[in-house]
């Protein structure tokens, strides 16, 4: 992903296309998603985008790192800015994933708050609004995700429960919008980038038109593996999964316009158990694991690819600054 040292969002260094002149009308900015683990980020990052930017999945704590994703408007251009759910951390892995999302927060133009549908407000959901209020003056936009899964009766009152939350970490100035959605049933999303691009200031645009995402292919690789060995593991073990891809070479034996690649992958685990529950009985859930992965690879790559898969403990390494540095956090 090109981003600055600390992953702070920054304006693209790049030159922009002929289009991108100043307008008295366009907007364009950064927007960060913020909220509990688990509370939609990532699914409603990809919907807006309207193509995979984020990996999901339905264990807490799945995003790692920030993911920019670029929502394209006739006379607007929102750059979504996905992040690791905030937390009270338990090791130093969360507490360097705090201080990402903290980092990110001061940079960006607007800050959009995801409050789940279907779960009531928490001590958590207060320990954010505390901290987002205290990003300096940016807009707060609260953001109810997943109001498909609750009755109308229901998500009317969760929205009071919302505005009286806004209201109560906001002096009495209450949330810039409250808006529900449903990334999964559609409800809003089209209308979502709308309103969450009105508190985006007037500029020109930032990403080339088509552009959707700024995320490194080594990194999104990554993450498509760790999405796919999420699922289907015990609570305890997503925490202690990282990923890495080691190297891509090109088969030099193969057409230039049929390329294969060989793209060298490894897990990091933090004990010998672990280990033995990835790979599964006679190498079977590692399969699967690659199997699962391996299309969204193929896709983003452009090409027919060997995805060669090796599982390793590291021990300990949420709580090892030198192997946190290593994997990348």
């Known amino acids: 992903m090109s ?5 702070t969002p920054h304006r693209p260094g790049f030159d922009l296309p002929d289009y991108a002149e100043a307008s008295d009308t366009f907007r364009a900015g950064f927007l960060s998603f913020v909220g509990r683990p688990n509370a939609g980020k990532s699914t409603l990052t990809n919907a807006l985008v309207g193509d995979k930017v984020a990996i999901t999945s339905s264990k807490p704590q ?15 251009q929102l750059v979504l800015v996905d992040t690791p759910g905030l937390h009270r951390p338990r090791t130093l892995l969360g507490k360097r994933l705090n201080e990402l999302v903290a980092q990110t927060l001061a940079d960006v133009d607007a800050i959009a708050f995801c409050l789940p549908a279907n779960e ?12 987002i209020r205290d990003m300096g003056r940016k807009p707060l936009i609260a ?11 229901q998500l009317g009152e969760h929205l009071l429960a919302v505005a009286e939350l806004g209201e109560s970490v906001t002096d009495g100035e209450g949330w810039a919008a409250i808006i529900p959605v449903s990334a999964k049933g559609g409800f809003h999303v089209a209308e979502l980038p709308k309103i969450l691009a009105k508190f985006m200031p007037l500029s ?8 959707v995402s700024d995320e490194e292919d080594v990194k999104f690789i990554s993450e498509l593996v760790r999405e796919a060995a999420l699922e289907g593991v015990r609570d305890e073990l997503p925490h202690s999964l990282a990923v890495t891809v080691e190297e891509i070479t090109a088969r030099e034996d193969r057409p230039a316009d049929k390329p294969f690649l060989d793209v060298r992958v490894t897990v990091y ?8 529950i990835i790979i599964g009985r006679a190498g079977s859930r590692l ?19 060997y995805l060669d898969l090796h599982v390793k403990v590291l021990k300990d390494w949420q709580r090892d600054p030198k192997q946190l540095n290593r994997l990348g956090f």
């Open 287 to 305: 399969k699967e694991i690659g199997a699962t992965a391996r299309p969204e690879i193929e896709r983003r790559l452009g090409a027919r690819i």
């Open 3 to 7: 981003q600055t040292a600390d992953s």
């Open 269 to 276: 685990v933090e004990r010998p158990s672990q280990k033995a």
């Open 143 to 153: 953001v109810v995700t997943k109001s498909d899964t609750v009755s109308k009766q």
């Open 62 to 76: 799945t995003t790692r790192h920030t993911i920019r994703g670029v929502v394209h408007g006739d006379d607007f």
């Open 204 to 211: 020109a645009p930032l990403y080339p038109i088509g552009k």
């Open 120 to 131: 009531a407000i928490g001590p958590g959901d207060r320990f954010i609004a505390s901290h």
